[in-house]
């Protein structure tokens, strides 16, 4: 009971966040979306920010899910890792509650928006750079720093999936494997 | 005599442009700046947008003759093409007026601020596409998009050079160079 109760707000609090933002977002717009008293809310919740926390942390924790399950021990690196970046960058491009944050900072620069974003792409940076570091170790890839070859897949993975669509045709899945064989596992030397 | 007038006045408003941003800048303030009556800068230039324009081109016009310096055909493509992008990144990087452009976007969105520095990255990625097109013919590099590549590249230069010391210690351009010529140029397959 006390689970459903929660939940409910939960849905409601992101619902709310998602449609005016986090910072415009009142405890009070959140208990009314969510049917429920304001002192309901704060028997589960210290505050707005930990209410805000738990939604993103939930998020962070589905995007990694996604990435787990994008990841077969079967096939190599390559096809694994443009799996992965593939969905977890669809699934964010689709998320309003990051479409809405994503807005806020641009007009408003909401500090809480722009450190859960942050998180968002330090969870993402964190996955790669396991997987790379393994596949480093297993010898599948040259000798690279996890770290740096994280943070560029996932800056070019951005670059072809959200700022190329903003003056082209977007690009298919399969473009974008093929583009990134080419670049970053074969290479342009001839 | 009208030449110099002409320079003083663009000299002053490139100025109050990188002090108080595109909108901020009226025709009073660049007049008091260049020392010269409002009618003055009128004779040369029909309004606010005509004169930011010109200084915008100039700076275009610049970062062009350092991308052409840059290039030394005695060397191979890779090492023109990183000394190129490190330069007019370098050069993008300190230049004032592009600096405050990027804060008057983040700030308040002024569409000419914007404009602007797409016209910059188009500048740019139109010389490296016509440098990647003559690479790709004399079968220095492996047959790609043009197009695409420029893109790819700044992008990932971009990533490299700006946002990399967002929250790590700088690359050097040497280091630069290393990270490039592994991922692009041999790519990470073993």
Redesign the interface.
């Known amino acids: 009971m006390a689970v459903d109760r929660k939940d409910n707000i939960i849905v409601a609090a992101e619902k709310t966040f998602a449609s005016f933002g986090y910072k415009a977002s009142t405890m009070d717009l959140i208990a009314r979306t969510a049917n429920v008293g304001k002192g309901t809310i704060y028997t589960f919740f210290q505050n707005k920010e930990e209410l805000f926390y738990e939604i993103m942390n939930k998020f962070i924790q589905r995007l990694k899910k996604v990435a787990m399950n994008g990841i077969d021990p079967e096939e190599p690196f390559?096809v694994n890792l443009h799996r992965v970046l593939y969905k977890v960058l669809e699934l964010r491009k689709e998320h309003q509650l990051t479409i809405k944050l994503t807005q806020e900072i641009?007009?408003i620069?909401t500090r809480q928006a722009q450190q859960a974003l942050e998180n968002v792409e330090d969870a993402i940076l964190g996955f790669l750079e396991v997987y790379i570091r393994d596949a480093v170790e297993k010898?599948?890839?040259?000798a690279?720093s996890p770290k740096?070859?994280a943070?560029?897949l996932l800056?070019?993975y951005v670059?072809?999936v959200f700022?190329?669509e903003e003056h082209h045709e977007p690009l298919t899945s399969d473009e974008i494997a093929d583009?990134f064989d080419?670049?970053?596992?074969?290479?342009?030397?001839?």
Chains 1, 2 share one sequence.
């Open positions: 390559f641009r007009d620069g010898k599948e890839i040259k690279c740096v070859t943070f560029v800056k070019l670059a072809l700022d190329w583009l080419l670049y970053l596992m074969r290479g342009l030397r001839k």
